[in-house]
């Protein structure tokens, strides 16, 4: 499976904006889609993931209530809206996916990944 990650950008303190995660190559049917991001210096972490058949998500606590994943069957595209955005979100942010419908916060399992998409939060 292909992914193709847009929507980064410079933001202020406070704003928002949506990253997406366009699939294609083959069906992405019981998969499980993730976002990660990757600060310079840090490790690359776990921010969001859904399942695609059911829509079950899952989020890391330090964007809980203020980002929120969704998927698009029609558009085979996966979405992420970041809200309340802190400097501390400041990533390049990548697409994810695992051959699984299971939830999994482990960088390694998963097998597919995009390209990234620089978010920059200014305070």
């Known amino acids: 499976v292909q992914l193709q990650a847009s929507g980064g950008g410079l933001v202020q303190a406070g704003g928002s904006l949506r990253l997406s995660c366009a699939a294609s190559g083959r069906t992405i049917s019981g998969m499980r889609m993730g976002w990660f991001r990757q600060a310079p210096g840090k490790e690359r972490e776990f921010v969001a993931s859904i399942a695609w058949n059911d829509g079950l998500t899952d989020y890391d606590g330090s964007v809980k209530g203020r980002f929120t994943i969704s998927r698009d069957k029609a558009q085979n595209t996966v979405y992420l809206q970041m809200n309340s955005l802190e400097p501390e979100d400041t990533a390049i942010y990548y697409c994810?996916?695992?051959?699984?419908?299971?939830?999994?916060?482990?960088?390694?399992?998963?097998?597919?990944w995009g390209q990234g998409t620089q978010v920059t939060v200014s305070s």
């Open positions: 994810a996916a695992r051959t699984v419908r299971f939830g999994s916060q482990n960088k390694y399992e998963y097998g597919y």
